[in-house]
Each structure stands twice: as structure tokens, then as C-alpha cells.
């Protein structure tokens, strides 16, 4: 007696096919599961067994062994309880399965189903390989939907699945595509919250309107964090395709909340400095496993005190940062893991903190200044477009009463205007932080006067060319925020005060 | 000005050149320190007729000099300060500095971090030579990231030390080689020293040998201003511009001639420069601003209501028409 039930995995962040044969044969009693399964898939035989029996069905006694293929595939996780359960019941029973269904979920011992990781991955890729029907966790039910139009039942408990077999009795069905808003990140400050700094304020507001990586630098207690923190309250939701891929990360990752379905906010990500490059690029044991950069794709990295990093940890971040993905090998094979996302770098300006500030005096030798400077390497450096001082705010400052505060809603209107007129000019093209020099050429055209200046800019302040192109990139996403096709002198004459300083 | 971090940071990439594998300690790569790829070095004996002759005058002229490069013939002026300068010490000095050599003296400094690296670039920037004293043997340059600056001065000046080939960059050796840059100068000019500092024992060493010392004045709330001022009370003359320097010496007269005109013509154009910009928006930024006190684009924006956009601009409009500096944000009045 034979049964197979079809379910799936996650490699890397990418979905697998697993098909589940339940074998029953004569013999001493015995369940056995071949297929490279790690320790949690060997564990699903009592996990099975018992639920099984407390399920109203009877594990039969005799010797049954289920194997998963593709066997060379190395396996991970919970998710196969219940394909594996389908399988046994199934070919105790000596009913065949629908070959266009897939069962997915972990089981407790009382027979419930509990939620998965990856739910999201995996419906998309057997949906894409013709799987017409899904019985999925009832918490991973919204998720699903995201990724699939065949119908998708919520299964809670074993024992529901056992009217559902015997009887064709109907499972209950699960509400639509939910949207939701939750991201792991805490609520982000509002803009109105901070008080001055209205120039790094600008900066946040080109750095979300373009995508393009920020630099505060500034002394100790200047308020750098608290800015890095209300960039996500700027940033545009998410559209569609760009939140399915972070969903899809997130559920792989285990960051999803249970019931939760299409996150819209973009994430927002910090890690400690202390962080090491496996933890922060990806990684893992014998598979790979996407790491920081990959939780922050489409949303922000924000890296406090970026100098104290490890050293190869920031080395690590030069091929998402120049490509927006990265791969990552392990023993087991090797994925490309996405990685485009808004860096955000804070720094204090030399080892005391207090270079630049007009009222203390920094006791830093230049050599240590350069030291402390050169921790930042040129390569991440040079993908860094805007670089802002963020000085110390007076007492008076901070209790004096503003006239003008912008909250963020404000500021993100701009920002999604100017997202809207980069999608017009390249629809599927990368924004304006992520611009090559030929794209640039095309799509930030200067003019005679802009030409002079720029010309100028780069003689008088020894620009690299790198540094012109970071300049031309920050002025197209200045005037698309200034609402304008056409970059004029203004516009450079802005950007140029983002440039590194001394 | 020039960004000393900047041209700090290609010192240290220049001998990476040559260099195989990775970057680390390395002792196979006992050359780094050494500038001369192709110039020989040269030994000056005291009584060699190349000796200069004021260094000879001195009570322990050095029995003999390794020089580096070539022994300018022309009158020298040291310029000495602290290793630790503000950014108005390190400008005083690059100014001081180009004005003599454009007026044909020789600064003569001390190769170290701050006032004296100031002071070499600003002669590299006149057409006379600079001559730098160095504490170390000529293959050890000392601080190594102005590896690229020696060869500067090495190519059009000189580089000079008492010490042998190897000599280590040691506590002791410093107050010595200050002998030689006051020995070799006809005046020294101190632009901020802090108390017990080694500029101060240099200008000390100065006024026993005979020669002239000169202070360019600090503000009285920084600290590296003290020394400095204190010569000014015991005698130094306050220098303001190239002209203070100069009048002291009868036999600079022709120097000073010929820096006249030049002052002249450049006191025309920065009478105009020092009206500010044309622009009444631009005036408006730069009118706020001080000549020493750096004031914060964001305190800017607070006290003229502008927003932060209409600042940058105004602040790039005003760099790029060079009256102004900008420093991590911070921004001062171009002297």
C-alpha cells in the first residue's frame, strides 16, 4: 500500500517541490523517514505517531516508511508533518491523494496544525508547477492567498481532515487577501518629533525619495539615531510585487506574525556592531540562510556606530551594495539572496566625537582622525551618496518652541512624487540612488549653466569622478522632488553640500 | 586650502604601490619609509664651503648635514608651531608660508604634523624652495604619512638631518634638530604653541642664536595661543602679514619690493572680496558669518528662516565664488 502527498520547502529563500511517499508493508512494527532530513524531520515520526492516534485515526502497526524526494535534497524543519501524516493515513486507508494538492504545516501532539515558515515561497512555487489546491496552517491561510488563485483550506486540526477524506465533507474556508501593515520594526518617529537638524532632515527625505545610501555623521548624543529611525515613516508602501518578495523573506526568515498577509511598510532593520559578516550577508550551516541585509531588502539597514563594525563584516556589504543582491555558498549548495536597500551609516566624526564642533575642542591627532576615518573603506564609501554632519543640539535649541515643522506625512507626499516621476522614466529601472554613469547621461541631462557650476564644483573641490556622478545622481532626485524635469542650478548647488567633508 | 587629511590618506597609498600581497606588517618592505627612489644623498661638512653660513655662526653648528635634494642658496625663514593646530593656525601658517616663498624666502620647517606640514605645502605652493630639518635619518621619514610631501620638498628644496641613515624618530632627537631650523633661519615665526612645547624651545633657541622671532597671534580662549602670546609680551613681533616679517630684514629689501606691488594688487582685489558678494541674497549668508568661529549650516537656517534646501545652495554659490571654506558643515569666511 502506497500514498503520496505533495508539499514543499525553502531553499535559500527560494520555494522546493517535496513529494512525501508513505510506504506500508508487512514486518515488525516500525515508522522509518529517509530523505536527508535534519534533526526536526527525524523527530516528526513521534510528532506523526501520536498525532495520528489523537486524531481519531489509528497509526497502523505495521512497518511503514515514508521517504522525501528528491532524496539529495537536504531538508529542514517542521513544515512536513502533515504531508507526511496525509500520506500514512492515506495508504493505511489505501485511498490515493489528488496529485494536485499539497499539504503543508507542523503538528502537535493532540493532532492541531500549527504554522510553518515559508508558506509564501513555497505556494507560489508549486502553484507555478500546476499544484491546483493547498490545505495550509490556518494562521498561514492569508499568506498563501498572496501567492496563489487556486483555493487554499485552512486546516486546524487533524481530526478536520478526517470528514474531509472519508466523508468529502468541506473544510472551512479562510477569509480573503488580507493587507497588513505590521512590519517587526517599533513605530517610526515622526519627523515632527525631532527637533532642528532641519539639514539632515533634508538629507532623509533625498535619501527616501531616491534610495540612496546616507552617511550622519556627528558627534555622540547629537540625535543621529532617533533620525535613522523616522525614515520608514517617509518611505512610500510598498507596491505589490516589492511586498510579496518582502513577505515572502520575512516568512521564510520566521518574522511573519501568525494570521499576518501582505506586508506593505518597508522593514527596517539594525543591527549591533558586534555582528558578524555570516550573520549580516548570510550564512548559515549547511544551507544558506539570508542574513541582515536580506530581512532589510526594499526597506533600511540602519548601522549605528558603522565603525565599530567588524571590518570583514563591512567588507561583506560591497556586493549588495553594488548589486542589490548577493550570493552566498555553503556546503550544501548556494542561493542568491536580494539585498537592495536604503543604508543608513552613523559615525562619529573622530575617535573623541568632538571634530567639527564649534564649541568643544577634539584632542585627535590627525593620524587618528585618518585612522578612524579609513575604518569606512573607500569601495563603501564611494556607494554612499549622501554624507551630512548632524551637530550637537543646545539646550536652548532643543526647549525652544519651532515655527516650522514639516510632519513626515508631509515630507512622504514629496517623496512619492518623486518616486513617481522616476518609475515614469524608467519604469523598470533601478531608482536614482542605484543609477549607473550611463544612465545617468540620459536621465540627468544639465544644461548649459548646470554644466559651468558642476564644472567648477569638481576644479575647486578636487570632485573624483565617482564624486560628480554621486552629485548628479542626488540633484536628479532633488529636482524630481522639486517636482521638475529638467535639474537646474539650484539643484546641483544642493547637492553639492551632501558631498563628504574634511 | 587644501585638505591635509586628503593628502594625508595619498601619502599613505603612494608606497603601496610597489607592494605584493596584502597589506600588514611587512619586512621585506623595509623601503617604505624611503623617498628617494632615484636621488642620491649628499654629506655636508662643516667645512665644506656648500655649509650654509648662518648654521655655521651658531655656538654647535651639526659637523656635518645629509642632505636630500639640494641646499637652497636663498634666505630662509622658519615657520614652527604645534602638532596639534586649529584650522586658523594650519591657514595662518599655509599663507605665511606661500607669501615668503612667493616673495623668493626659503621656509625652512620641521616636516612634522600640523603648522610645519602646513607651512612645507604653502612654499610648495610659492616658487621657492622649502628645506625641511628632519629628527630622523633621511630613509626614515617621520610622521610616515608625509612620505609624499618629502618628496615634494626633496624635488625643489631639501630635505636635511644630522642624523645617520636608520636614526629612529626618538623624544630626544626632536629639541636638537631645532637648533638647526632656528641655526639656519634668519627669523622664526611661532604660530601656535602651546606652553612647553617644542616650537617654543625652537624660538628659544632662536633668540640665543641671535635671530629674530615672530608670533602670529591666536585667540586669547585657545589654548595653543598661550605660548605664542607670551613671546609676543617678551619681544616677539606680531606678524599679520608677509610684510611684518619682511621689514626686519635690511637684506630682504628686494624681497619686499617686489611683495609690495604684489600685496598692493592683491589688497585692491581683497578690498572688493572683503565687501562680500554682489549677490544681495549670497551677502545676506555671508554677512553672518565669522572669519575664525565656524558657524553650522543648520544654525544658519534658524537665523536667516530659510529653509535647509535654499542654504546648501546659498552656502555652494558662495564656496564656488571662494568666499567662503566649509568644514564638516561648518562654515567660515575665506581670509
Not at chain 1, 523573506?249 to 506586508?263: D, Q, Y
Not at chain 1, 542589490?324 to 542568491?336: D, P, Q, Y
Request: aromatic share 4%.
Amino acid at each position: 500500500m502506497l500514498a503520496r502527498a505533495l508539499c514543499g520547502t525553502v531553499f535559500g529563500l527560494d520555494g522546493v517541490r517535496v513529494e512525501v511517499e508513505a510506504d506500508i508493508a508487512d514486518g515488525l512494527p516500525g515508522f522509518h523517514i529517509v530523505g536527508l532530513g535534519d534533526r526536526a524531520l527525524q523527530e516528526a515520526r513521534e510528532r506523526v505517531k501520536i498525532a495520528i492516534n489523537n486524531s481519531g485515526f489509528e497509526f497502523p502497526g505495521r512497518r511503514v516508511t515514508v521517504n522525501l524526494a528528491p532524496a539529495q535534497l537536504p531538508k529542514e524543519g517542521t513544515g512536513f508533518d502533515l504531508a507526511i501524516a496525509a500520506a500514512v493515513v492515506n495508504a493505511a486507508g489505501d485511498r490515493p491523494l489528488p496529485s494536485d494538492a499539497a499539504w503543508l504545516g507542523e503538528l502537535a501532539l493532540d493532532g492541531a496544525v500549527r504554522p510553518i515558515r515559508g508558506t509564501l515561497a513555497i505556494t507560489a512555487h508549486l502553484d507555478r508547477l500546476g499544484v491546483r489546491r493547498f490545505y495550509v496552517p490556518s494562521a498561514n491561510v492569508a499568506e498563501a492567498r498572496i501567492a496563489t488563485a487556486a483555493p487554499v483550506h485552512g486546516v486546524g486540526h487533524l481530526r478536520d481532515l478526517k470528514a474531509h477524506w472519508e466523508a468529502g465533507a468541506p473544510l472551512t474556508g479562510a477569509p480573503g487577501l488580507r493587507r497588513d501593515v505590521v512590519s517587526g520594526a517599533p513605530p517610526p518617529v515622526d519627523l515632527a518629533d525631532i527637533r532642528g537638524q532641519p539639514h539632515a532632515k533634508r538629507a532623509l527625505e533625498v535619501a527616501a525619495a531616491g534610495a540612496h545610501h546616507l552617511l550622519l555623521v556627528g558627534p555622540p548624543g547629537a540625535g543621529k539615531t532617533l533620525l535613522a529611525r523616522a525614515l520608514p515613516g517617509i518611505l512610500p508602501a510598498l507596491p505589490h510585487q516589492e511586498a510579496v518578495e518582502v513577505t515572502s523573506i520575512a516568512s521564510c526568515v520566521g518574522m511573519l506574525p501568525p494570521g499576518a498577509g501582505l506586508l506593505e511598510v518597508p522593514p527596517f532593520r539594525a543591527p549591533h556592531h558586534t555582528i558578524s559578516p555570516a550573520a549580516l550577508v548570510g550564512g548559515g550551516g549547511a544551507t544558506p540562510r539570508p542574513g541582515e541585509v536580506t530581512r532589510a531588502h526594499r526597506g533600511v539597514l540602519f548601522m549605528d556606530e558603522i565603525t565599530e563594525f567588524r571590518r570583514d563584516a563591512l567588507e561583506s556589504l560591497r556586493q549588495p551594495l553594488e548589486e542589490g543582491k548577493l550570493a552566498v555558498a555553503r556546503t550544501r549548495g548556494h542561493a542568491v539572496l536580494p539585498g537592495r536597500f536604503i543604508l543608513v551609516a552613523a559615525a562619529n566624526p573622530c575617535p573623541c566625537g568632538f571634530a567639527g564642533d564649534p564649541k568643544r575642542f577634539c584632542e585627535c591627532t590627525p593620524l587618528e582622525r585618518q585612522r578612524y576615518r579609513a575604518r569606512l573603506s573607500g569601495p563603501i564609501r564611494d556607494r554612499i551618496d549622501l554624507q551630512v554632519t548632524v551637530p550637537r543640539q543646545a539646550a536652548g535649541e532643543l526647549l525652544r518652541a519651532e515655527v516650522v515643522v514639516e510632519a513626515s506625512a508631509t515630507v512622504r507626499e514629496r517623496v512619492i512624487q518623486a518616486r513617481e516621476h522616476q518609475r515614469r522614466r524608467r519604469p523598470q529601472g533601478p531608482l536614482n540612488g542605484a543609477l549607473t554613469g550611463t544612465q545617468l547621461r540620459k536621465d540627468a541631462v544639465l544644461d548649459a549653466t548646470c554644466q559651468v557650476l558642476l564644472e567648477t564644483a569638481a576644479d575647486r573641490l578636487q570632485l573624483s569622478g565617482r564624486a560628480v556622478h554621486r552629485v548628479l545622481r542626488v540633484a536628479r532626485t532633488i529636482a524630481d522632488l522639486d517636482d521638475r524635469l529638467q535639474i537646474d542650478e539650484s539643484h546641483i548647488a544642493e547637492a553639492l553640500q551632501y558631498r563628504e567633508s574634511g | 586650502m587644501r585638505d591635509p587629511l586628503r593628502d594625508a590618506s595619498n601619502a599613505r597609498i603612494a608606497p603601496k604601490r610597489g607592494a605584493r600581497g596584502p597589506a600588514g606588517p611587512d619586512p621585506s618592505r623595509k623601503g617604505d619609509g624611503d623617498h628617494r627612489r632615484e636621488r642620491e644623498t649628499t654629506i655636508v661638512w662643516l667645512t665644506d664651503p656648500a655649509y650654509p653660513w648662518l648654521l655655521k655662526q651658531i655656538h654647535d653648528p651639526p659637523p656635518r648635514l645629509y642632505v636630500s635634494g639640494r641646499l637652497p642658496s636663498e634666505p630662509m625663514i622658519a615657520i614652527v608651531g604645534s602638532r596639534r593646530a586649529t584650522p586658523y593656525g594650519c591657514r595662518a601658517a599655509h599663507r605665511l608660508a606661500r607669501d615668503l616663498s612667493g616673495a623668493g624666502v626659503v621656509v625652512v620647517s620641521g616636516l612634522a604634523r600640523g603648522i610645519d606640514a602646513a607651512a612645507h605645502r604653502g612654499a610648495l605652493e610659492g616658487n621657492t624652495p622649502t628645506v625641511a630639518v628632519m629628527a630622523t635619518g633621511l630613509d626614515r621619514i617621520y610622521p610616515p604619512e608625509h612620505l609624499a610631501l618629502a618628496t615634494a620638498i626633496a624635488a625643489s628644496g631639501a630635505l636635511i638631518t644630522e642624523a645617520e641613515e636608520g636614526t629612529l624618530p626618538l623624544p630626544g632627537r626632536f629639541p636638537v634638530r631645532n637648533r638647526i631650523i632656528s641655526g639656519l633661519s634668519l627669523g622664526v615665526v611661532v604660530v601656535e604653541a602651546a606652553e612647553r612645547s617644542g616650537a617654543l624651545i625652537t624660538a628659544r633657541m632662536a633668540a640665543e642664536q641671535g635671530r629674530e622671532v615672530f608670533c602670529v597671534p591666536g585667540s586669547i580662549e585657545n589654548p595653543l595661543a598661550i605660548g605664542g602670546h607670551r613671546l609676543i609680551k617678551d619681544g616677539a613681533k606680531l606678524v599679520q602679514t608677509v610684510e611684518d616679517v619682511l621689514d626686519e630684514f635690511p637684506e630682504l629689501a628686494r624681497a619686499r619690493a617686489r611683495t609690495h606691488a604684489h600685496t598692493h594688487a592683491r589688497t585692491r582685489t581683497r578690498t572688493r572680496a572683503d565687501s562680500g558678494p554682489q549677490d544681495p541674497e549670497l551677502f545676506a549668508v555671508w554677512e553672518l558669518l565669522d572669519w575664525v568661529e565656524p558657524r553650522h549650516h543648520d544654525d544658519l537656517a534658524v537665523v536667516m528662516n530659510l529653509d535647509s534646501k535654499e542654504v546648501s545652495r546659498r552656502l555652494t554659490l558662495l564656496e564656488m565664488s571662494g568666499y567662503i571654506i566649509g568644514d564638516c558643515g561648518a562654515v567660515t569666511r575665506r581670509a
